[in-house]
């Protein structure tokens, strides 16, 4: 029988508004007919975010802060030894646009770094720790993740943490091609990757959205909810069509929260829903 789980990256926020404020009747459905619980997703003493957060939801419980580099090179398959993720920042601490990343990598070359730009304010650094300035956040270095999954759990997502854990942590991976990680991505074709791995008989399916933390980083509230939106009709619905014609499980939930008034994640325990089998049919 098997399980669907929705990662919502970053989905609630510390007062649960962006999701009470979401027309999100799928969900709301799941939830009267299912089972809705809190889960703790950041284990103590580590800080919010995805590298904590979906090891857990996957299976695992880092018990020291998980290297970024090393999930951002899983990722993008980079194979390039000791490196380090950098986030770019402007000058009032908020991410840096693309071309701003750009231009702060060609920097990092002319001082001899090997550095790929892999998307927005985002960069893996190679060789040498780069110096840590206003403009520039070096992640530092961190737990490796055991190989503890196998290719009975599929993840589905774009190339970001999700699928970098994923592989790290042993699962197979898929990444449609327009899947971008924002509110902009293909959620058609993660739906369509979903009912693959459902017919191949995987023991379990994970389809990751990062449209809602995205836009709460940009400190956007109205995107993250216009996204939720989405995600219900386009994602939540056919997924609980899915699940019901496979007799399994659907959970949904998010690895932590964004608040979308500070752009910043927290560690507030995050709702879950779980649905199935127990019903006879999907929830109007």
């Not at 550095?115 to 737990?143: N, Y």
């Not at 739906?191 to 008989?201: C, I, Y």
Request: charged share 25%.
């Amino acid at each position: 029988m098997v399980e669907v789980l929705l990662i919502l990256d970053g989905a609630s926020d510390p007062c649960g508004e962006s999701l009470a404020q979401a027309r999100m009747p799928h969900l709301d459905a799941l939830s009267r007919a299912g089972e809705v619980t809190r889960l703790t997703t950041v284990p103590p003493g580590l800080q919010p975010g995805s590298e904590s957060a979906i090891p857990v939801l996957l299976g695992h419980t880092p018990a020291a802060p998980v290297d970024r580099a090393a999930i951002e090179a899983a990722a993008h398959g980079i194979d390039i030894g000791e490196a380090w993720r950098v986030d770019v920042r402007t000058a009032d601490g908020t991410r840096a646009d693309a071309t701003a990343t750009a231009h702060a990598a060609d920097r990092l070359r002319d001082a001899g770094h090997r550095v790929h730009h892999l998307r927005g304010h985002r960069l893996l650094v190679a060789g040498a720790a780069p110096v840590a300035t206003d403009e520039l956040v070096v992640w530092p270095r961190g737990a490796t993740l055991p190989r503890v999954l196998d290719a009975r759990t599929l993840v589905i997502g774009a190339r970001g943490a999700a699928i970098g854990i994923a592989r790290l942590l042993g699962a197979d991976t898929v990444v449609p091609d327009a899947a971008t990680g924002d509110v902009d991505t293909d959620l058609a074709a993660k739906l369509d990757a979903a009912r693959a791995g459902v017919a191949e008989r995987r023991d379990r399916v994970v389809v990751h959205v990062g449209g809602a933390d995205e836009a709460a980083h940009r400190r956007d509230r109205a995107a993250k909810v216009a996204f939720l939106e989405r995600v219900d009709a386009e994602l939540i619905g056919p997924l609980a069509a899915l699940v019901d014609d496979a007799d399994g499980t659907l959970r949904i939930c998010p690895d932590h929260g964004c608040d979308p008034d500070t752009g910043r994640h927290d560690a507030v325990p995050v709702p879950h829903v779980r649905w199935g089998p127990a019903r006879s049919a999907v929830p109007a």
